[in-house]
């Protein structure tokens, strides 16, 4: 079928990251959009000092598999 989707939820205020997939395929299949999300949210947390709770990771947590 062609009805495959692909969401992704990003929190920054929380780190986290969801990624909900109508496939559930392999975490390494987005390795490169969630590449670019960490990225984006060190440059916000480190150079651009964004408001983040130092308890808070410095990198956002992924989740991905979630059960149906």
Known sequence: DSDHWIAIL???KISRVYVLDSLDKD??????IIGCIQ???KYYVEIYKGPHDPSKP????VRTR???
């Open 39 to 41: 990225l984006a949210y």
């Open 10 to 12: 990003i929190y920054p």
């Open 58 to 61: 410095k990198e956002m947590i």
């Open 27 to 32: 975490p390494k299949e987005y390795e490169d």
């Open 66 to 68: 979630f059960p149906v």
